[in-house]
């Protein structure tokens, strides 16, 4: 039995398992915005409505903005850093991958963005469900990737150094 009826979240001091929790949220706000294109037709731009567009927007914003940060900033460059000769085309192909995923996954946020924004503020606009499924189904892809490669690369190649330095970046990172 869990110590704990209450869920805990990784803070920043295990930055691998917090870069995981990140997607574990990441994944609710997808949920909040497939039930938010759902909500639209019958309810409109009511409350509610304002509400969920506005905490997607804060959530892409603010904390995935921080995650890529996290991993184009502070994981990659110690990862290439760490990774041996024979594992080194491998690793480089994913992170290529993941940064130029990142790119497309940002543009997409930029224009599912300009589709929240009004409804936020009570105007009622078009949020078409195969737009959000397609957006939502972007980034479970590149979460299983991230969480199917990358992060099993970082487990083996992180030191107790790296970990602390990534930390300490990290919760830098959100200070500001």
């Known amino acids: 039995m869990a110590d704990s009826l ?11 398992e917090m870069l995981e929790a990140c997607h574990e949220r990441l994944q609710a706000q997808l949920a909040t915005l497939a039930r938010l294109a759902a909500w639209l ?13 506005f905490n997607v927007m804060r959530y892409f914003d603010l904390a995935a903005l921080n995650h890529h ?8 460059p110690v990862l290439l850093a760490r990774v041996d000769a024979a594992r080194r085309e491998e690793l480089s192909g994913l992170i290529d991958w993941i940064l130029a995923d990142h790119q ?31 957006f ?13 490669e990358l992060l099993p690369f970082a487990r083996k190649l992180l030191t107790a150094q790296d970990v602390a330095a990534m930390s300490a970046t990290m919760t830098a990172r959100r200070r500001v």
């Open 6 to 16: 209450i869920p805990v979240s990784p803070g920043l001091e295990t930055p691998l």
């Open 41 to 53: 037709p019958g309810h409109g731009a009511d409350h509610q409505a304002q509400q969920a567009a």
């Open 69 to 76: 940060l996290d991993e184009e900033n502070d994981l990659f």
């Open 104 to 134: 497309d996954m940002f543009a997409a946020w930029v224009a599912m963005r300009a589709r929240l924004d009004p409804i936020s503020r009570g105007e009622l606009v078009d949020l078409p469900v195969a737009d959000v499924t397609h």
């Open 136 to 148: 939502a189904e972007r980034y479970r892809q590149h979460i299983a990737r991230e969480e199917g």
